[in-house]
């Protein structure tokens, strides 16, 4: 009698195979908390648009339960470090606050991102990550920034993932955070006021993920490309556009 | 030439001397959340218990853009019945001498794939056409501008678009092709696991497909059978969509397709066909989500051969609504050897009647010589390529491969 003795109609339930489980969706805040964040409340506002946004991001998650919605954090200021180093369930993820300080080492955030996209960790069954770009300024150090793009391009996970890119204010330098994004079709948001950002991450960490959790095969001439995934548009009509920042 | 029973999809009733086909295609639990049809098709077409069986598997994609990839799916495993039973008829029946089947084998690797997309096509066109097609194309999100415009050649296609991974096992030969994503694995006597056409690491949801209309990038492999016992024949080939391998995590795949062939010794392969569905929808809502379809086709000469217990998994799917029954205390023949990374193969558990090694290096007669590699078409045929270090490896590994023209250029 084997571990598979059962009878096939009526007895004990025994099915084939390995472990079963959902497709990850890994998703990665990567925020700027250089200094001049301070400025203007960004920071505050930052960190209240995050916290704010959680319990929708977790109905999107929701929508969608065969995708199992993953989060971490970075932030970057004249270093890199991550506030939310461990892959957590959408469902216990909570905001703690950040603070600013320091320069602009994008650069290093996105190294930190790009080492966690290979596979090993990440799995081959997993669903596109989301890696959602914020700064309200620009790569203090260019060669090193175009450096880490390359390392992030050179992962399979990273040159799959779905990249996502919001300035906030008119400091923010929308062609590095293109340059990031990586796709001609999707061009970076761009918030001058606290509606806005919320608006805008809301949007990130709900639409993206739900379009991403419910991704369809298609179909591609080199399958090694940028993640073809159809992100929706973000709804601004009823948002503020007074210039703020 | 007749299908299998419609309802069962096993050619019922036959003693243990020839194949039979289980199959299942089960709709994924986030279409059915979303109300959306089923957008893969199975389908076979085999006399019981005789060879040749034809086997086919499509996927459809599911995006908005292809919005009929059900009707693509279903088309496309149609196409590749036909196109592979006309190949059969017109040169296998009658086959006379190896030489014939050289000549056979050039005519596959250099037609197939093109008459596949050829007749696919045409088999899309008049529905491509119609006013179904036109209300649904005009459904699609577009800007004011594109409003009114008329679809494009590749937007009438990408409607359709699917995968197709399809074979035919004859007394001479096994023929695989794949485009785009799934899977197409074989077991042999040993529990070995192979893959006869090398898995590409690709991720996400991109995949090739028929829409795209682009004959190079199927893979095809050609083994020839017809020297080789019908004991060292696969035990299992099957065919799957990447709803089943993206529902387990790491090698579950692989001890999926381990523990299906001990389950079918133990059971017989009508005990998998009263399981399967069940299975699959376990797969698909504690899984992936999506449609999950596979075509087996199980060599019961072979498996009434094997030794019996095989080893069976220690994973098993599932969280809650699944139980591994048996303590570990009564396992018997379960090999510790490690399987071996994700590749053309992996191998399995070793029974303890079969030792540690198992002699699979073909004897004389076994063995259809040595020639040189030559060119077919766009393809290059390698043929009876046994290395010294093949007796761990599976018969599919032995008899030679057909490389296509995008793996050639790799190399």
Redesign the interface.
Known sequence: MSALGSDPVSGPEVVPGGRVSHRPLHFFWILDRSGSMTEDGKMAELNHAIRDTIPAMRDAARSNPEAEVLVRCVTFDSNAQWHIATETPVDDFEWSDITADGETMMDKAIELVAEQLRIPPMSSKALPPVLVLMSDGDATDRGKFEESLKSLDSVPWGKKAVRIAIGIGRTANLDTLQKFINNSELKPLLAVNADQLVTYIRWASTAVVSAVSAAKSTPDKDPSTLAHVVIPAVQVDDVSDVVVW | MSDEHPESGVLQGHDPVGWTLVKSSVIG??HVR?GKPNQDSARSLGERDQLPVFLAVA?G????R?FLSDVGSSLATVTALDVLLEFYERELRNLEDTKNLSEAIRSLEGTLPRTIINRWRTAVDPVSKGVLFNYYFSKLPRTQADERREPTELERY?AF?S?LLAAMISEEVLVFLQL??GDIFAVDHLGNVEFPIPQ??????????L??Q?PEQFKVRVVRLNELPKQEWPVLICLST?GL????????????AK??V??AK??GSS??Q??ISE?FA??SR?????DVSAIMVFNEVALSAMPF??A????????T??????PVD???GVDETPSSSLGTQSSASTPPSQGATTDLEPDASHSVGHEESESIGDQVLVADQIPNDSQHEGPLHMLGRLISPMQRKKN
Request: aromatic share 10%; net charge negative; proline share 3%.
């Open positions: 639990s986030s979303n996927d994609h599911g995006s908005a292809s990408m678009g995968t785009g994503d590409e690491e690709t991720l996400g949801e991109d995949t090739f497909s829409c795209l682009k990447d391998r993206k529902s387990f995590e790491d090698e579950g795949f692989i001890q999926f523990d299906v001990a389950f133990e059971h005990g998998v009263a399981k299975w376990q797969y504690n899984g992936s989500g999506d217990p095989i069976p998994s220690e994973a098993v799917a599932d969280d609504q699944s139980t591994h029954e048996q009564d396992l018997v």
